[in-house]
């Protein structure tokens, strides 16, 4: 199936769920809505020709630039991306899914974005979710157990946000 | 005793004798159901030192002979069997009571 | 020579006596029910230390086997499942230790007087040099005497070996003591058996 | 009084034991480094495992968005420490997707000689960990003189023996030394034989049937599901190798190699080499087969550089030169996924046009492969753990990053 | 050896007794303390062979053979540690029980003819009751501990090793009820002359016991791969995991001592003692006497000045030591080859789960040795030939001496008659069904010490 057909039928199912898409790039990308992202992923997965039965995997991107004259040539708004990679063990293809994100939800600093947790649609979206979670700082509505994983339960900040700074101390171990 | 009167049964009988009372004041004051099992095990011991001591041939010239050995191997035995039923009625006890207190064991219908 | 007159079963008796008494008081003082049945195996090891000095080596194998090796070790089995640490100690209650002490003391008394009241108990052997090392070979003695042939009962000076007088064999309640052995295994077998809960789905609903 | 205590998670009980909450790790001999399995006990009987993972994270991801693609390879090493040529690997791949770099024809044929060599090795210690945490030693050390030469082999290639930082985006470091090949061979030589001890040590050995035949048994959806892959996911009967299913980059490196995927289908293996017979009692998906599997990619990986041998000698082209240090990125985003030995790698690379990456982010195979342990640990032995653990083949780095 | 002490030497019986006492306690605690540094350091050697490298190489020279004293050092050195949360006293008493029962059990393992501490009519009884106490160590001390993984190796100890001394006693049991006797000298002795009397090639069924017993007696001392209560790989170190320095040592001084205790225990009892397997200690050993008759002669001269009486000790009684101690180096040397059979074991076999040990014992070992007890007891009762019945050129047939026993009997009961003044009153019993004639020598002598 090529991906514009790809797009229009996933368009045509979802409606406004499907955002854009970008097919020229190396590895082409359909943007799905924060809230529709389990249903697609759960469609994709078990629609019988598309059978994307294994998520390798999801990945925050932050987009973000602090320093003013940079940001003005970066090309983008801040945001953030969490970025699914779908493939299956049938057909041997590959999808990538894209959900935008703002960097705090409604803007308002330190509350986090929120989006769609896939963890009831493929398990290992579980450990994953807490790891983009624990590094980036999206929140995954839905989620059974949204917790740290890499960083212990106390930790301060999302390493992997571009505006992250490392704490000068934790528990009397100095960190800069 | 040493070197004065050879050890004799009476001896024995007398630290038989702290064997079982040690054993029964067990068994009237520890709230453990074990620890009650323990000092049954006391008294079992106590009795079983008196019927070895009646049937050494070292001790008195007319002995009882082997039947004291006899008897304490049967006793011993019959230890053994009564631990683990007492154990199983203490195992039981704490499933279904959550507890191990005998003090607790007050109602008969389980 | 003083070492030649020196009683060494005197001296053993003695030793392992203060060791068997000295552990059962101190099971009975223990609070702590794990250290109640390392005392009680002190106090039984040691009261096996007895047995062999009275002859009875198979029996005093017999209560280290059994006793100590077995019963103990499903004891301390036991202590170990339930041992919550509310369990371990319990206090006994003060009244129940005065009235135990009392009546404990008063029993004590009595029996201890009733040991040392006979004269016969009393004095030890007339010359217990004589008893052989051989007295304490029991072992096939009693083999026997369990399947019902006492041949220490035999008259070692008649031909022929008639049987003296006294207690005959003891096959009837050997048999009968396994077969209490089997209902008993049997029976703890079952009382201590598995517990099938419903599971919680249905029936806790 | 008489509080009838009802749990309803406990549902068959001999004696009502306290559940135990018992940290195993994580310093623990049996966890492969810094794992925390927190275990949920009654008695021997494990209700519930949860592992915590992080003790080794030094976030490589964001030391990845501060160096050049070139510059962060030696960091690659350090997640799967025991296959770091795997990483490496996975990782130049990736730049070279991006950059629509073309290797020249000896260079691939060298990758795939270097790739599957660490397998060999990887696959060495995973067997023979496996043996340690079901309690014997000896094959861990028998794996460990094989790997030892392996590592001689690599450190006459690269001059590193652990983290070799060997192939780089472009090609490799350096080309292979002489008389590197006849070496190498001898080794192949030496060691095909060997594996037969493995087998009567371990495979066939009837307690190390008995410890993991039937436990931890992973059906092969639900193997997909938890995202599991490599050994593991075949373990479970599920045909999936990136090396042959994979994209085109990544399989183009095995274009023309004889092998065939270690699966089981039709109730059989491949039967290209002498294997000992599945036993009876094992299950497909528990850890037996999962140990299986690795056993055969070593017979596999043999027979693969064997054939790498070959072809490299006769191949056209260099090793391949690295890229520069400071090589500019073009704009935009890649991910690629290579068949490391525990599983695929995926690496995901998003560049902002400048040379140092705008993020960088590493899938890592033994972290989707751990997170199924608290499926199937539930209702285990405790002794099942170290066996189910194991028969992971996880490795600290690769999870923690 | 009193006995040597007190006829010979003359001194008297308390005095003897009580050097005999001392010499014998310090001869065994060598065999536990030493024995165990040396098996530490065998069992190095060997694993290092098994697994393809040297082991210890430097310390004390070309095979590193004072390694283990080096580490003995360092433990002796090591910081003592007590866990904040550990019952103190059972934590500190808990090692030293293990290794005071693995030592008491040696008290009645017979190291040659008639070279035993204590002469024990129910040695094999006695030695299976103490190992049977040694239990405890574990138990206590993973309870002590308060760690829940020591409490785990606690539990799994307890319920094997009570499980495993069912069908150990079994197998125990077929060598003394072919031999009629729980006493270890008589049963080492009845398997004299050429190999084809040890017992564990008296009849088919004793052999599968042979092999039962080794595998219970490995389970009981806890040896891979029964070393379940102190698997590494899951329960850390088990019982002894918050155990260091010279308490951790103890527990394996004891594990070493109970595993040259049951090898030494198979080898008296299957594998003929302290018999060679061709019976040709007695006729070197009268060739020896004749070469070191010259220090034999020196040695008379300088103890004559102490006791009058060595020189009465006859050439025949040297030669009899001569080869007594030819049969004490067999009996080691047996016994170290069921330890290092114990140790290659290890080194080979992963760990069974716990389950499946207590299967083991329950659904295997203990059906194959109540097929292997019965089978053996009908070859007994029918008198079906055994290769003891063969002609054997030194060496007693063990039929006719176990029909015999009634004349033994009347042996022992003459000698009795001779050495204790005549009171058939006194002698009401008889030691019936032993023949231990060296037990019944001695009987004299401390007869009269009491």
Known sequence: MSGQNLVERLSKRFGGKITGSNLDAIDPWIEVAPGGIAEVCEYLRDDAELRLNLLNCISGVDYFEADPKKAAKAGWEPHMEVVYHLSSTFNKHTLVLKVMLPRWKDDVEGELPEVQSVAGVFSTANWHEREVFDLCGVRFMGHPNLRRILCPEDWVGYPLRKDYEMPLEYHGIRGR | MIGISPVSVSHYLLVGAVLFVTGAVCMATKRNALGVLMGVELVLNGANLNFVAFGSKYLRAESLGLDGQLIALFVIVLAAAEAAVALAIALNFYNNHATIDVDQANELKG | ?205 | ?401 | ?450
């Open chain 5, 1 to 450: 050896m009193a006995e040597f002490f007190h006829t010979t030497c003359h001194l008297p019986a308390p005095l003897a007794y009580l050097l005999a006492a001392i010499i014998a306690c310090v001869l065994i605690i060598h065999v536990v303390a030493v024995g165990a540094l040396i098996f530490i350091w065998l069992e190095r050697k060997v694993s290092g062979r098994i697994q393809d490298r040297l082991g210890p190489t430097r310390v004390g020279g070309a095979f590193g053979w004072l390694q283990t004293l080096a580490d003995g050092i360092k433990l002796i050195a090591k910081e003592d540690i007590t866990p904040k949360d550990a019952d103190a006293m059972l934590f500190k008493l808990a090692p030293y029980v293990g290794f005071a029962a693995s030592y008491c059990a040696y008290i009645a393992l017979p190291f040659s003819d008639g070279w035993v501490a204590q002469h024990m009519n129910t040695a094999v009884f006695f030695i299976l009751a103490v190992l049977g106490i040694e239990v405890f160590s574990p138990i206590l001390a993973g309870y002590s501990s308060g760690s829940k993984w020591s409490l785990f190796g606690a539990m799994r100890e307890a319920a094997q090793v009570v499980s495993y001394e069912v069908p150990l006693g079994m197998c125990v049991v077929v060598p003394c009820m072919i031999c009629g006797t729980l006493n270890l000298v008589t049963i080492g002795n009845m398997q004299a002359g050429s190999f084809t009397n040890w017992l564990a090639f008296n009849d088919p069924f004793t052999f599968i016991i042979a092999c039962v017993y080794f595998t219970c007696a490995t389970a009981s001392v806890n040896r891979a791969p029964f070393d379940l209560a102190e698997a590494e790989s899951e329960l850390v170190a088990g019982f002894h995991t918050e155990y260091s320095g010279l308490r951790w040592s103890f527990f394996f001084m004891a594990e070493y001592g109970s595993m040259f205790l049951v090898s030494g225990l198979a080898a008296i009892l299957f594998f003929g003692g302290w018999h060679g397997p061709i019976p040709i200690a007695e006729p070197i050993a009268g060739v020896l006497v004749v070469v070191v008759e010259p220090l034999v002669n020196i040695g008379r001269y300088l103890l004559g000045f102490i006791a009058r009486d060595i020189g009465k000790v006859t050439d025949g009684a040297v030669a009899i030591q001569i080869a007594n101690l030819m049969g004490c180096l067999n009996f080691l040397l047996k016994g170290t080859i069921g330890v290092t059979v114990m140790m290659w074991v290890r080194w080979t076999l992963p760990r069974l789960r716990i389950d499946q040990v207590m299967t083991t014992c329950l659904k295997y070992c203990v059906p194959i040795a109540a097929f292997g007890f019965v089978g053996a007891l009908f070859w007994q009762v029918f008198e079906v030939p055994t290769l003891n019945d063969l002609p054997s050129p030194i060496g007693i047939n063990r039929s006719v001496a176990h029909e015999s026993w009634v004349v033994e009997a009347d042996r022992e009961r003459e000698i009795r008659a001779q050495a204790v003044t005549p009171s058939p009153a006194d002698l009401p019993g008889e030691s019936v069904g032993s023949f231990d004639s060296a037990a019944v020598d001695s009987l004299v002598m401390k007869g009269g010490a009491r």
């Open chain 4, 1 to 401: 009084m008489a509080t009838q205590v009802d749990d309803a998670r406990i549902i068959e009980f001999d004696v009502r034991t306290d559940e135990m909450l018992v940290n195993m790790g994580p310093q623990h001999p049996s966890t492969h480094g810094v794992l925390r399995l927190v275990l949920r006990t009654d008695g021997e009987i494990v209700s519930e495992v949860e592992p915590h993972i992080g003790y080794l994270h030094r976030c490589a991801e964001k030391i990845g968005e501060n160096l050049t693609p070139r510059q962060w390879i030696p960091y690659t090493d350090r997640m799967d420490y025991l296959a770091g040529m795997n990483m490496n690997l996975g990782w130049s791949l990736c730049v070279e997707k991006l950059i629509e770099h073309e290797l020249p024809e000896k260079a691939k044929h060298l990758r795939v000689i270097i790739a599957e060599m660490g397998r060999l090795a990887s696959h060495l210690v995973g067997m023979g960990a496996y043996g340690l945490d079901l309690g014997t030693f000896s094959p861990f050390l028998y794996a460990f003189r094989e790997r030892e030469r392996i590592l001689d082999l690599f450190e006459e290639a690269c001059g590193a023996r652990l983290t070799y930082s060997y192939l780089t985006p472009g090609g490799a470091t350096a080309d292979l030394p002489n008389g590197w090949l006849q070496k190498c061979e001898a080794f192949l030589d030496q060691f095909e034989p060997v594996i037969q001890e493995y087998h009567a040590l371990l495979t066939t050995n009837a307690i190390f049937i008995k410890r993991t035949a039937n436990i931890g048994v992973m059906s092969g959806e639900m193997a997909v599901d938890y995202g599991c892959t490599g050994p593991v996911l075949r373990g479970s009967g599920v045909d999936y190798d990136l090396r042959r299913d994979g994209e085109d980059r990544y399989t183009e490196l095995y274009d023309g190699y004889a092998f065939e995927v270690i699966v089981q289908r039709d109730g059989h293996y491949p039967k290209d080499h002498d294997y000992p017979a599945v036993p009876k009692e094992t299950v497909l998906g528990d850890c037996w087969h999962r140990f299986y599997v690795r056993m055969l990619e070593v017979v596999q990986a043999i027979d693969l550089v064997r054939q790498a041998i070959d072809r490299y000698s006769t191949a056209s082209g260099d090793w391949g030169v690295p890229i520069k240090l400071t090589h500019k990125l073009p704009k935009g985003e890649v991910y690629l996924e290579t068949e490391a030995p525990r599983g695929q790698m995926g690496f995901y690379l998003v560049s902002d046009g400048s040379s140092i990456p705008w993020r960088v982010r590493a899938r890592s195979s033994c972290f989707c492969n751990l997170s199924v342990t608290s499926e199937l640990c539930r209702g285990c032995l405790i002794a099942d753990v170290p066996a189910i653990v194991g028969s992971l083949d996880i490795v600290m780095g690769e999870i923690d990053r």
């Open chain 3, 1 to 205: 020579m003083l070492l030649a007159a020196f009683d060494w079963h005197a001296l053993f008796f003695t030793f392992f006596a203060l060791l068997t008494c000295g552990f059962a008081v101190a099971v009975l003082f223990s609070n702590n029910i794990v250290h109640m049945a390392f005392y009680l195996i002190l106090s039984l090891g040691a009261s096996a230390g007895l047995f062999f000095l009275a002859g009875a080596e198979f029996v005093g194998a017999m209560q280290l086997m059994i006793y100590v090796g077995g019963t103990l070790v499903l004891l301390i089995f036991g202590v170990m499942l339930t041992a919550q640490s509310r369990f371990i100690s319990m206090e006994t209650r003060s009244g129940e230790w005065v009235m135990a002490i009392i009546v404990g003391g008063s029993l004590l008394f009595l029996l201890a007087t009733a040991a040392l009241r006979v004269e016969d108990w009393r004095s030890g052997h007339p010359n217990p040099a004589k008893v052989g090392l051989a007295e304490s070979k029991t072992t096939t003695q009693i083999g026997m005497g369990f399947t019902g042939v006492r041949v220490d009962k035999l008259d070692p000076d008649v031909v022929g070996s008639p049987l003296v007088p006294g207690m005959s064999g003891y096959l009837l309640p050997f048999v009968i003591v396994s077969v209490h052995l089997l209902v008993v295994l049997v029976g703890a077998a079952y009382m201590a058996r598995t517990k099938r809960r419903a599971t919680s789905t249905g029936a806790a609903a």
